[in-house]
């Protein structure tokens, strides 16, 4: 089992930064997927990025509606993986979650669809006032 645990989230005006964090603790993978999704209310839950790492190398996607605004990266030795957002919009107002991929791992792809994870954390919201 793989517990994620999200932190960071809150309320910030348009144009400001938050950094997401999500801890991963219990089993440990020499490669993995790490994503963060989110869901904005009456809405469905959408891919916002995601980071893919193997013994061949690593991989960073996004959406295209947060390229160029938001960064993921990871910190292997913490099991951390973080979401900086930048020039945050006020659609960019949903609860954000954090998951984790425990099946094969190939980094000539991405993984941008909620079946493709196991693990899920337990959102942490984002509120973005105009």
């Known amino acids: 089992q793989v517990q994620l645990v999200e932190s960071g989230g809150g309320l910030v005006q348009a144009g400001g930064s938050l950094r997401l964090s999500c801890a991963a603790s219990g089993r440990t993978f020499s490669s993995y997927v790490m994503g963060w999704f989110r869901q904005a209310p009456g809405k469905e839950r959408e891919f916002v990025a995601g980071?893919?790492?193997?013994?061949?190398?690593?991989?960073?996607y996004y959406a295209d509606s947060v390229k160029g605004r938001f960064t993921i990266s990871g910190d292997n030795a913490k099991y951390t993986v973080y979401l900086q957002m930048n020039s945050l919009k006020p659609e960019d107002t949903a609860l954000y979650y954090c998951?984790?991929?425990?099946?094969?791992?190939?980094?000539?792809?991405?993984?941008?669809?909620?079946?493709?994870?196991?693990?899920w954390g337990q959102g942490t919201q984002v509120t973005v006032s105009s």
């Open positions: 980071i893919s790492w193997s013994w061949s190398g690593g991989r960073i």
């Open positions: 998951a984790a991929r425990a099946r094969t791992v190939a980094v000539s792809r991405t993984y941008s669809h909620e079946e493709e994870y196991d693990y």
